[in-house]
Protein backbone atom coordinates (compact mmCIF):
# COMPACT_ATOMS: atom_id res chain seq x y z
CA UNK A 1 0.00 0.00 0.00
CA UNK A 2 1.36 3.40 -0.39
CA UNK A 3 0.43 6.68 0.86
CA UNK A 4 0.36 9.70 -1.60
CA UNK A 5 -0.26 13.04 -0.05
CA UNK A 6 -2.77 16.11 -2.23
CA UNK A 7 -3.17 19.15 -0.45
CA UNK A 8 -3.99 18.62 2.87
CA UNK A 9 -5.06 15.53 2.59
CA UNK A 10 -4.18 11.90 2.48
CA UNK A 11 -5.38 8.86 1.22
CA UNK A 12 -3.99 5.57 0.60
CA UNK A 13 -3.58 3.76 -2.83
CA UNK A 14 -3.21 -0.11 -3.07
CA UNK A 15 -2.39 -2.34 -5.98
CA UNK A 16 -5.60 -4.18 -7.76
CA UNK A 17 -5.49 -7.61 -6.76
CA UNK A 18 -6.27 -10.02 -9.53
CA UNK A 19 -6.61 -13.81 -9.51
CA UNK A 20 -5.51 -14.94 -12.98
CA UNK A 21 -6.25 -18.29 -14.93
CA UNK A 22 -4.52 -18.78 -18.37
CA UNK A 23 -5.89 -21.53 -20.54
CA UNK A 24 -3.68 -22.32 -23.66
CA UNK A 25 -4.68 -24.34 -26.49
CA UNK A 26 -1.87 -25.27 -28.55
CA UNK A 27 -2.52 -26.79 -31.65
CA UNK A 28 -0.11 -29.89 -31.92
CA UNK A 29 0.58 -30.56 -35.74
CA UNK A 30 3.55 -31.63 -37.38
CA UNK A 31 4.58 -27.89 -38.28
CA UNK A 32 3.44 -26.59 -34.56
CA UNK A 33 7.12 -27.05 -33.84
CA UNK A 34 8.20 -23.68 -33.12
CA UNK A 35 5.72 -21.84 -30.85
CA UNK A 36 5.75 -25.29 -28.79
CA UNK A 37 9.45 -25.10 -28.59
CA UNK A 38 8.83 -21.31 -27.30
CA UNK A 39 6.47 -22.45 -24.79
CA UNK A 40 8.65 -25.43 -23.18
CA UNK A 41 11.50 -23.30 -22.84
CA UNK A 42 9.83 -20.63 -21.30
CA UNK A 43 7.03 -22.55 -19.12
CA UNK A 44 9.35 -22.07 -16.06
CA UNK A 45 9.12 -18.36 -16.22
CA UNK A 46 5.31 -17.43 -16.82
CA UNK A 47 4.64 -16.73 -13.23
CA UNK A 48 7.60 -14.29 -12.49
CA UNK A 49 6.91 -12.86 -15.76
CA UNK A 50 3.39 -12.00 -15.92
CA UNK A 51 3.66 -11.29 -11.87
CA UNK A 52 6.16 -8.66 -12.65
CA UNK A 53 4.63 -6.90 -15.89
CA UNK A 54 1.65 -6.58 -13.27
CA UNK A 55 3.46 -4.58 -10.63
CA UNK A 56 4.39 -2.35 -13.07
CA UNK A 57 0.46 -1.74 -14.12
CA UNK A 58 -0.20 -1.43 -10.57
CA UNK A 59 -2.10 -4.96 -10.28
CA UNK A 60 -0.90 -7.40 -8.08
CA UNK A 61 -1.16 -11.09 -8.76
CA UNK A 62 -2.35 -12.93 -5.89
CA UNK A 63 -3.39 -16.22 -7.51
CA UNK A 64 -2.16 -17.41 -11.13
CA UNK A 65 -2.81 -21.00 -12.26
CA UNK A 66 -2.17 -22.20 -16.01
CA UNK A 67 -3.72 -24.71 -18.27
CA UNK A 68 -2.32 -26.37 -21.03
CA UNK A 69 -4.23 -28.25 -23.51
CA UNK A 70 -2.85 -29.86 -26.80
CA UNK A 71 -5.36 -29.96 -29.85
CA UNK A 72 -5.24 -31.90 -33.08
CA UNK A 73 -7.65 -33.41 -35.63
CA UNK A 74 -9.86 -36.45 -34.27
CA UNK A 75 -10.29 -38.27 -37.65
CA UNK A 76 -6.47 -38.25 -38.12
CA UNK A 77 -5.23 -38.67 -34.59
CA UNK A 78 -8.33 -40.27 -32.54
CA UNK A 79 -7.61 -40.85 -29.21
CA UNK A 80 -4.53 -38.64 -29.55
CA UNK A 81 -5.99 -35.40 -30.55
CA UNK A 82 -6.52 -33.85 -27.54
CA UNK A 83 -4.52 -34.17 -24.19
CA UNK A 84 -3.13 -32.07 -21.68
CA UNK A 85 -3.54 -31.06 -18.07
CA UNK A 86 -5.67 -29.41 -15.66
CA UNK A 87 -5.17 -26.05 -13.65
CA UNK A 88 -1.82 -25.98 -12.00
CA UNK A 89 -0.98 -23.72 -9.68
CA UNK A 90 1.87 -21.24 -10.01
CA UNK A 91 4.79 -21.57 -9.00
CA UNK A 92 4.69 -24.26 -6.71
CA UNK A 93 3.02 -26.78 -9.42
CA UNK A 94 5.91 -24.97 -12.25
CA UNK A 95 7.65 -28.24 -12.96
CA UNK A 96 4.13 -30.11 -13.52
CA UNK A 97 3.53 -27.65 -15.89
CA UNK A 98 6.81 -28.13 -17.42
CA UNK A 99 6.15 -31.75 -17.60
CA UNK A 100 2.95 -31.24 -19.41
CA UNK A 101 4.55 -28.83 -22.41
CA UNK A 102 6.90 -31.32 -22.32
CA UNK A 103 4.42 -34.03 -23.25
CA UNK A 104 3.70 -32.16 -25.84
CA UNK A 105 4.80 -34.10 -29.82
CA UNK A 106 4.44 -31.72 -32.95
CA UNK A 107 3.13 -34.50 -35.01
CA UNK A 108 -0.29 -35.65 -36.64
CA UNK A 109 -3.37 -33.78 -38.04
CA UNK A 110 -3.95 -34.82 -41.57
CA UNK A 111 -5.08 -32.29 -43.32
CA UNK A 112 -4.88 -28.40 -43.26
CA UNK A 113 -7.78 -27.79 -41.08
CA UNK A 114 -7.97 -29.01 -37.54
CA UNK A 115 -10.50 -29.11 -34.54
CA UNK A 116 -9.75 -25.86 -33.02
CA UNK A 117 -13.92 -25.00 -32.59
CA UNK A 118 -13.74 -27.88 -30.76
CA UNK A 119 -10.57 -26.84 -28.53
CA UNK A 120 -12.29 -23.40 -27.89
CA UNK A 121 -15.34 -25.46 -26.56
CA UNK A 122 -12.88 -27.50 -23.84
CA UNK A 123 -10.82 -24.24 -23.35
CA UNK A 124 -14.40 -22.41 -22.34
CA UNK A 125 -15.85 -25.44 -20.16
CA UNK A 126 -12.07 -25.15 -17.97
CA UNK A 127 -12.85 -24.81 -14.18
CA UNK A 128 -12.24 -21.10 -13.43
CA UNK A 129 -11.10 -20.09 -10.21
CA UNK A 130 -14.01 -18.30 -8.19
CA UNK A 131 -13.42 -15.76 -5.63
CA UNK A 132 -13.41 -12.34 -3.83
CA UNK A 133 -10.41 -10.24 -5.67
CA UNK A 134 -10.70 -9.47 -9.14
CA UNK A 135 -10.48 -12.14 -11.97
CA UNK A 136 -8.97 -12.65 -15.35
CA UNK A 137 -10.07 -16.15 -17.38
CA UNK A 138 -8.10 -16.17 -20.26
CA UNK A 139 -8.22 -18.63 -23.18
CA UNK A 140 -4.99 -18.64 -25.07
CA UNK A 141 -5.20 -20.79 -28.55
CA UNK A 142 -2.38 -21.25 -30.85
CA UNK A 143 -1.92 -22.54 -34.49
CA UNK A 144 -1.34 -21.86 -37.82
CA UNK A 145 -4.17 -23.67 -39.51
CA UNK A 146 -7.85 -23.09 -40.01
CA UNK A 147 -10.61 -25.12 -38.48
CA UNK A 148 -12.80 -27.67 -39.32
CA UNK A 149 -16.34 -27.40 -39.06
CA UNK A 150 -17.59 -28.56 -35.57
CA UNK A 151 -18.59 -32.55 -35.52
CA UNK A 152 -15.73 -33.25 -38.16
CA UNK A 153 -14.83 -35.65 -36.22
CA UNK A 154 -17.97 -36.78 -34.56
CA UNK A 155 -17.99 -40.47 -36.12
CA UNK A 156 -14.49 -40.85 -34.88
CA UNK A 157 -14.47 -43.48 -31.62
CA UNK A 158 -13.50 -40.61 -28.61
CA UNK A 159 -15.46 -37.43 -29.96
CA UNK A 160 -16.75 -35.93 -26.93
CA UNK A 161 -20.20 -36.13 -27.02
CA UNK A 162 -20.91 -33.23 -25.22
CA UNK A 163 -19.16 -30.59 -28.35
CA UNK A 164 -21.50 -28.30 -29.02
CA UNK A 165 -23.00 -28.96 -32.45
CA UNK A 166 -22.28 -25.76 -34.26
CA UNK A 167 -20.91 -22.61 -34.59
CA UNK A 168 -23.75 -20.43 -32.99
CA UNK A 169 -24.15 -23.17 -29.71
CA UNK A 170 -20.11 -22.11 -29.54
CA UNK A 171 -20.59 -18.76 -29.53
CA UNK A 172 -23.59 -19.05 -27.41
CA UNK A 173 -21.00 -20.94 -24.99
CA UNK A 174 -18.86 -17.76 -24.92
CA UNK A 175 -21.89 -15.46 -24.57
CA UNK A 176 -23.66 -12.84 -26.54
CA UNK A 177 -25.74 -10.28 -26.13
CA UNK A 178 -29.31 -12.83 -26.02
CA UNK A 179 -27.17 -15.36 -23.83
CA UNK A 180 -24.84 -14.53 -20.94
CA UNK A 181 -22.64 -17.87 -21.78
CA UNK A 182 -20.87 -20.09 -19.29
CA UNK A 183 -18.13 -17.68 -18.30
CA UNK A 184 -17.74 -14.86 -16.53
CA UNK A 185 -18.27 -12.01 -18.62
CA UNK A 186 -16.65 -9.69 -16.74
CA UNK A 187 -13.29 -11.62 -16.46
CA UNK A 188 -13.43 -13.68 -19.90
CA UNK A 189 -10.54 -12.93 -22.09
CA UNK A 190 -9.93 -14.80 -25.73
CA UNK A 191 -6.61 -14.13 -27.55
CA UNK A 192 -5.91 -16.27 -30.41
CA UNK A 193 -2.79 -16.63 -32.08
CA UNK A 194 -3.98 -17.65 -35.11
CA UNK A 195 -4.31 -16.99 -39.56
CA UNK A 196 -7.00 -13.95 -39.93
CA UNK A 197 -8.84 -16.66 -42.07
CA UNK A 198 -12.35 -18.68 -41.46
CA UNK A 199 -13.37 -18.64 -38.80
CA UNK A 200 -10.48 -17.05 -36.63
CA UNK A 201 -11.70 -14.02 -38.37
CA UNK A 202 -15.22 -14.41 -37.97
CA UNK A 203 -14.80 -14.75 -33.77
CA UNK A 204 -12.81 -11.94 -34.26
CA UNK A 205 -15.60 -9.70 -35.35
CA UNK A 206 -18.45 -11.43 -33.62
CA UNK A 207 -17.33 -12.61 -30.08
CA UNK A 208 -16.71 -9.68 -27.13
CA UNK A 209 -13.50 -9.65 -25.19
CA UNK A 210 -11.33 -10.85 -28.09
CA UNK A 211 -8.25 -10.57 -29.95
CA UNK A 212 -6.71 -12.05 -33.57
CA UNK A 213 -3.32 -11.49 -33.23
CA UNK A 214 -2.62 -12.47 -36.87
CA UNK A 215 0.25 -15.42 -37.80
CA UNK A 216 1.08 -16.76 -41.07
CA UNK A 217 -0.57 -20.62 -42.18
CA UNK A 218 1.57 -23.26 -42.09
CA UNK A 219 4.31 -21.69 -40.11
CA UNK A 220 4.22 -22.42 -36.70
CA UNK A 221 4.22 -19.48 -35.45
CA UNK A 222 7.35 -19.02 -35.69
CA UNK A 223 7.22 -14.95 -36.01
CA UNK A 224 5.78 -15.21 -32.66
CA UNK A 225 8.06 -14.11 -30.17
CA UNK A 226 7.92 -15.34 -26.12
CA UNK A 227 7.95 -11.33 -25.30
CA UNK A 228 5.23 -10.94 -27.68
CA UNK A 229 2.95 -13.61 -26.54
CA UNK A 230 3.42 -12.76 -22.52
CA UNK A 231 2.93 -8.79 -23.95
CA UNK A 232 -0.49 -10.14 -25.12
CA UNK A 233 -1.78 -12.31 -21.84
CA UNK A 234 -0.20 -8.75 -19.53
CA UNK A 235 -2.27 -6.60 -21.49
CA UNK A 236 -5.42 -8.70 -21.28
CA UNK A 237 -5.48 -8.49 -17.84
Same mark, same amino acid.
Given at each position: ?????????????????????????????????????????????????????????????????????? =??????????????????????????????????????????????????????????????????????? =????????????????????????????????????????????????????????????????????????????????????????????????
Amino acid at each position: KEIETMGNYSYSKQSAMYDVDVCMLIDKTGSMLPIIDTVKANALRLYDDIKRDMAVKGKNISNLRVRVMA =FGDYKADGAEAFYGCDFLHMPDQAELLKQCVNSIRAEGGGDEPEDGLEALAFGIRSKWCTGNNKKRHIVCL =FTDASSHDLGFGRSVPGYPTDAPKSYEELMCMWGTSQFPGEMDPYAKRLLLFAPDCSYWSKIARQWDNTILMPVASGKGLGDVSYQSMLDTIGNSI
